[in-house]
């Protein structure tokens, strides 16, 4: 299995940058493929972005498009969400997960989860 430890969240003003990692050990990172996932209070933990193994190939929810960036570095074991332009409903705790199932998007296709690291955007 892996472990996974996500940081770099913070609180932030709206429409600046936070770039979190996720530090994954255990087994071999570049045998997963990766996703970010994100969970603010009293609501359902929702799809953000997600990566193959190799990183050549990225999706994301359409809340993130075009301010998120996602990307890893397997000699590193880490993954990285670079966060631009963030809106206070950007506010959530944000998870790293690790995918052996077929769909990118659903939480069911994770098998390891990070603990989390919380993300503030004031307005």
């Known amino acids: 299995q892996v472990q996974l430890v996500e940081s770099g969240g913070g609180l932030v003003q709206a429409g600046g940058s936070l770039r979190l990692s996720c530090a994954a050990s255990?087994?071999?990172?570049?045998?997963?493929?990766m996703g970010w996932f994100r969970q603010a209070p009293g609501k359902e933990r929702e799809f953000v972005a997600a990566?193959?193994?190799?990183?050549?190939?990225?999706y994301y929810a359409d809340s993130v498009k075009g301010r998120f960036t996602i990307s890893r570095d397997n000699a590193k074991n880490t993954m990285y969400l670079q966060m631009n332009s963030l809106k206070p409903e950007d506010t959530a705790v944000y998870y790293c997960?690790?995918?052996?199932?077929?769909?990118?998007?659903?939480?069911?296709?994770?098998?390891?989860w990070g603990q989390g690291t919380q993300v503030t955007v004031s307005s």
């Open positions: 997960a690790a995918r052996t199932g077929a769909t990118y998007y659903a939480t069911s296709s994770y098998d390891y």
């Open positions: 255990g087994r071999t990172f570049s045998d997963y493929r």
């Open positions: 990566i193959s193994y190799s990183g050549g190939t990225t």
